[in-house]
């Protein structure tokens, strides 16, 4: 399969796809913001008008926009997917959204004999960018088999994970460490600073250490260096963790490690950073603590 249609060039988007064309595949693209697509015309992707065009000589479609309305509205929407599809064509949704809702996206493109998986990631820009994502894989087995050659351009550890939704779940598990993890990376920076040790020598020590993460390695440099800019933004995380706390709700599970990172994060929306990083968590803890980190 070389004929693949690209849809959503956003922080994650755009690299991917970048990874994609030098692999050689032939990207047809398409992104809401028409300008964010001209660079990558220039790496040779062709731009295209609409989702539908974009499925028209399409043999794989991959998505990845912003959430569950986002992903209902390229593939069903006006101008959507569904309307330039032929069957056989196989979708491969790589944005964070609802399990029940993807199951309910199958159903209907199956209609038209279109194969959906769902193919969520973790990793962030980095991983989007080194082509070293996490990828967790719901839908048939044999449609991920022939769907792995494009995975392995853009991840490093890439796993069927079930059917349908089961990608989806298995992020949003994701998520729960992502979000908690936040908390304690964010709290034991606070009490390095308020103690007065030197917070570069105390993150090179416990980034080595049992308290090690992907978070603190990545996230507490830039949080220690004032480095609030999003790789992955506040208001995403909270789309997330709205459907982790909506998923343990249907299966009488209290969360309460992602209730608190979900009040946190809402008091950073509250002051109006819901597009900075993840990281400007540490805000809410200068606040409470009385200190600066810098
Ligand atoms: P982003 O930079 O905000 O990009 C979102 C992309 O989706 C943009 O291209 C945007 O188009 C497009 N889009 C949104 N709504 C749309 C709609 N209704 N119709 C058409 N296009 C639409 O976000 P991102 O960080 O790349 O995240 C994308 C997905 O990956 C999200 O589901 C996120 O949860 C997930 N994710 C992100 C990270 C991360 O670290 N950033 C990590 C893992 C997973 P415009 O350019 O027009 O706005």
Redesign the pocket.
């Known amino acids: 399969m070389r004929e693949i249609g690209f849809?959503?060039?956003?922080?994650?988007?755009?690299p991917m796809a970048q990874n994609l064309i030098k692999a050689g595949y032939n990207l047809a693209v398409?992104?809401?913001?028409l300008s964010?697509a001209e660079s990558l015309a220039k790496e040779g992707a062709r731009v295209m008008d609409s989702?539908m065009a974009v499925a028209q000589n399409a043999e794989v479609v991959i998505t990845?926009?912003?959430?569950t309305?986002?992903v209902e509205?390229?593939l069903f929407?006006e101008t959507g997917l569904f309307k330039g599809a032929k069957a056989g064509l196989i979708v491969v949704d790589?944005?964070?959204?609802s399990p029940s809702a993807t199951r309910d996206f199958s159903a209907r493109l199956s209609v038209k004999n279109i194969q959906l998986l769902d193919a969520?990631?973790?990793?962030?820009?980095i991983?989007?960018q080194k082509g070293t994502?996490t990828i967790m894989v719901g839908g048939e087995e044999n449609t991920f088999k022939k769907c792995l050659p494009l995975f392995e351009v853009m991840g490093s550890r890439v796993t069927h994970v079930g059917p349908n939704g089961s990608g989806q779940m298995v992020?949003l598990c994701n998520q729960i460490l992502c979000a908690v993890n936040m908390i304690a990376v964010c709290e034991s920076l606070s009490l390095a600073k308020k103690s007065g040790l030197d917070l570069e020598k105390m993150l090179k020590v416990v980034t080595a250490g049992a308290g090690g993460s992907w978070a603190l390695s990545n996230l507490g440099p830039k949080i220690i260096s004032g480095d609030l800019e999003?790789?992955?933004?506040v208001k995403?995380?909270q789309?997330?963790l709205r459907l982790v706390l909506e998923a343990a709700k249907n299966n009488s599970l209290p969360i309460p490690g992602t209730a608190l990172a979900n009040q946190l994060f809402e008091a950073l929306e509250a002051g109006g950073n819901g597009e900075l990083g993840t990281q400007a968590m540490i805000k809410v803890f200068e606040n409470l603590g009385n200190f600066r980190i810098l």
Do not use: C, E
């Not at 969520?120 to 820009?125: F, K, W």
């Not at 999003?230 to 933004?233: D, G, V």
């Open positions: 849809i959503g060039l956003g922080i994650m988007g755009y398409y992104n809401r913001t964010k989702p990845i926009v912003t959430d309305p986002d509205q390229v929407g790589m944005s964070t959204i969520p990631v973790s990793g962030g820009d991983g989007a994502l992020k999003p790789a992955f933004m995403l995380i789309k997330d």
